[in-house]
C-alpha cells in the first residue's frame, strides 16, 4: 500500500504531466519542414499565411505587419511573379514601349533578385540546390578570368544566371498549398494557350495580329528574315507565328506548354469545362506547333509526353494514361491535316524533313553540330571558362563591342554556355542539378497513395517538363532566358507545396 501523498511546499509548484492537451498545450510549427514546438493553448496564433512566423511570447504586445509584409509571407507571391512575367512579356510587344525595352526584359530578372532579399525566412533544401548554386559560384570566379570582356556587362550576365536560379531559394520560404500551385499553373496554361491562339491568328490573318519583329532578329539581315517566313495557300508571305512574342516562331513555345499543361489539366479535373479547355488548348497549342515549324520544340514535347505517358504505366494509372493517349493522338492528326490545309507544301516539306534519315543524323545536321563544337572545341579551348559578358543579351546590351581581344561569343545551345561560364566545373555541377531535380519528381509521380492530394500527377507533368528541359538544352540556351526561370519556379513551387502539405497534414504520418 503506497504511502500518503507528500504535502506540496508553499511557494513551489507542483511537477505535472507532460503531454499534449494534458497541459492546455498544442503543437506547431514555426516553419514548414520545421520540428514540433509546444505552446500555450492560449498564445496567440500566428498570422493565416505566415512564413516562418514564431509564436510570440505570453503578454506580448502583438507585433504589426503591413500589407506588403502579409503579402511577402504568402503563398501568394509566386502567382503574382508569373502574372509580373506575364506582363513584361505583353509589355515588349506594345510600340511605345520600344525605347524601354532593355528594361522590361531586364525587369522580370531584377524582380526574381529583389524577391530573393525581401521573402524572409528559411528556404527549403532543394536536391538541385547545392549542384546549382556551386555552378553559379564558379561562374562568379570567372568574373577574374582575363577573358571576362567588362564590368557592366560581366555583373549582368551574373545576375541573369542568380536571377533564373533564385526562385530555388525565395519560393521555398513560401507557405504555398496545391490550390496556389494548381493556380500558378492554370496561369501559366492560360497564357500560352492565348499565345498559341494568337500565332494560329496571325497565320489566317497576315498583319493583323503581328507585332514589331525584335530589333536584334532585324539586325541579322534581310536573308535571315526571309528565311523566317513561309507561303501559305492563300499566296502570301508571312512570319512563323510569334503568338505573344516579338520573335518569328516564338509561339512555338505557347503551343508546347498549352499542349503539355493541358494534358495535366485534362487528367486531373473533374469538372467538363476545364477538361474541355484542356482539350481545346492541346489541339490549338499542336496547331501552332506545326505552323511554326520549330521541329526541336516538337520532338522535345514528343519526348515530354513519352515520359508523362511512361510515368503513368508504370504506376498502373492505365484509365488517365488512355485518355492522355487518345486526345493527344487524335489531337496530333488533325492538327496536322489543318496546318498543311492552311500553311500548304512549305509546312508539309518541313515535317517530311524529320524522316529524310535517321534521327541522329538528322539532328547532327542541324542542331547537333553546335553541340559537338561545344566539347571538341570550346571545351579544350576554355577549360576554365572564357569570361564573363561575351555573349546573350549582357553582350548586347552593355558588351563593349570595340574590344578586340575579348571578341563575343556565339551561343546556340545551353551546353556551349555552360562552357562559357565556368568550364568543366559548371559542365557537371548544373546538369547534376537537374538530374538530382527529374530524380525527385520521378519519385513523387510513382506514387501509389497520395494522402495530400494529387500531387503524383502533377509530379508526372512536371516529371514530362523537366525531361523536355533537360532536351531543349542541346538545341537552346535555355538556362539563359525566362523559361529557365519558371524552370526552377516550378519545381520549387511543387517542392514547397509538398512540404507545405506534410506539415498540415503531419498527424497522418
Excluded at 522580370?108 to 525566412?121: K, Q, T
Excluded at 547545392?130 to 561562374?139: E, L, N, R, Y
Excluded at 570550346?378 to 569570361?387: D, N, R, S, T, V
Aim: net charge positive; with cysteine; glycine share 12%.
Amino acid at each position: 500500500m503506497r504511502g500518503p501523498r507528500p504535502a506540496s511546499m508553499p511557494g513551489v509548484p507542483r511537477p505535472q504531466l507532460q503531454g499534449p492537451g494534458v497541459l492546455r498545450r498544442r503543437y506547431v510549427r514555426s516553419a514548414p519542414g520545421a520540428p514540433l514546438e509546444a505552446v500555450a493553448l492560449d498564445a496567440p496564433r500566428p498570422a493565416a499565411g505566415a512564413s516562418g512566423a514564431v509564436a510570440a511570447p505570453v503578454g506580448a504586445p502583438p507585433q504589426r505587419v503591413g500589407t506588403l509584409g502579409r503579402l511577402l509571407a504568402s503563398g501568394r507571391v509566386v502567382p503574382l511573379f508569373i502574372l509580373m512575367l506575364i506582363c513584361c512579356q505583353l509589355a515588349l510587344l506594345v510600340p511605345a514601349m520600344a525605347p524601354l525595352r532593355v528594361v522590361v526584359r531586364i525587369l522580370a530578372f531584377g524582380l526574381s533578385l529583389l524577391l530573393l532579399v525581401a521573402v524572409r525566412g528559411r528556404a527549403l533544401k532543394h536536391p538541385a540546390l547545392p549542384f546549382v548554386m556551386g555552378a553559379i559560384g564558379v561562374t562568379a570566379l570567372n568574373f577574374f578570368n582575363p577573358g571576362t570582356s567588362g564590368v557592366l556587362a560581366s555583373l549582368v550576365q551574373l545576375g541573369i544566371q542568380l536571377s533564373i536560379a533564385a526562385p530555388l531559394l525565395w519560393v521555398t520560404r513560401l507557405p504555398i498549398d496545391a490550390k496556389t500551385f494548381r493556380l500558378t499553373l492554370a496561369l501559366l496554361f492560360l497564357f500560352n494557350v492565348a499565345s498559341a491562339g494568337v500565332g494560329v491568328l496571325q497565320v489566317y490573318f497576315p498583319g493583323r495580329f503581328q507585332p514589331a519583329v525584335s530589333s536584334m532578329v532585324q539586325g541579322l539581315g534581310e536573308g535571315y528574315l526571309r528565311s523566317l517566313e513561309f507561303e501559305t495557300t492563300s499566296g502570301e508571305r508571312v512570319f512563323r507565328p510569334m503568338g505573344l512574342t516579338d520573335t518569328p516562331g516564338g509561339a512555338a513555345t505557347g503551343g508546347f506548354y498549352a499542349v503539355l499543361l493541358g494534358g495535366g489539366f485534362l487528367l486531373s479535373s473533374r469538372r467538363g469545362l476545364i477538361r474541355v479547355l484542356s482539350v481545346g488548348g492541346i489541339l490549338l497549342g499542336l496547331l501552332c506547333l506545326y505552323l511554326c515549324q520549330v521541329r526541336a520544340t516538337f520532338v522535345t514535347l514528343g519526348v515530354c509526353l513519352l515520359a508523362m505517358a511512361g510515368v503513368l504505366a508504370l504506376s498502373g494509372r492505365l484509365a488517365r494514361l488512355l485518355t492522355l493517349l487518345a486526345v493527344v493522338g487524335i489531337g496530333a492528326v488533325s492538327a496536322f491535316g489543318w496546318a498543311v490545309a492552311v500553311g500548304g507544301d512549305t509546312v508539309l516539306a518541313r515535317w517530311t524533313s524529320l524522316l529524310d534519315g535517321r534521327p541522329e543524323e538528322v539532328y547532327r545536321r542541324h542542331r547537333g553540330g553546335f553541340v559537338l563544337r561545344s566539347f571538341e572545341e570550346h571545351l579544350p579551348e576554355y577549360p576554365l571558362g572564357a569570361g564573363l559578358g561575351r555573349y546573350g543579351m549582357a553582350y548586347a546590351y552593355f558588351g563593349d563591342p570595340t574590344d578586340l581581344e575579348r571578341p563575343p561569343l556565339w551561343v546556340e545551345v545551353q551546353w556551349s554556355a555552360w562552357i562559357f561560364d565556368g568550364g568543366i566545373l559548371t559542365v557537371v555541377l548544373y546538369p547534376l542539378g537537374l538530374l538530382a531535380t527529374l530524380w525527385w519528381v520521378f519519385r513523387i509521380a510513382r506514387r501509389k497513395e497520395d494522402s495530400e492530394g494529387e500531387f503524383w500527377l502533377w509530379g508526372s507533368v512536371v516529371f514530362a517538363y523537366n525531361l523536355g528541359a533537360l532536351a531543349l538544352t542541346f538545341s537552346y540556351p535555355f538556362f539563359m532566358s525566362q523559361m529557365g526561370m519558371e524552370f526552377w519556379l516550378l519545381n520549387a513551387a511543387l517542392f514547397g507545396a509538398m512540404a507545405h502539405a506534410k506539415t498540415v497534414h503531419a498527424h497522418r504520418g
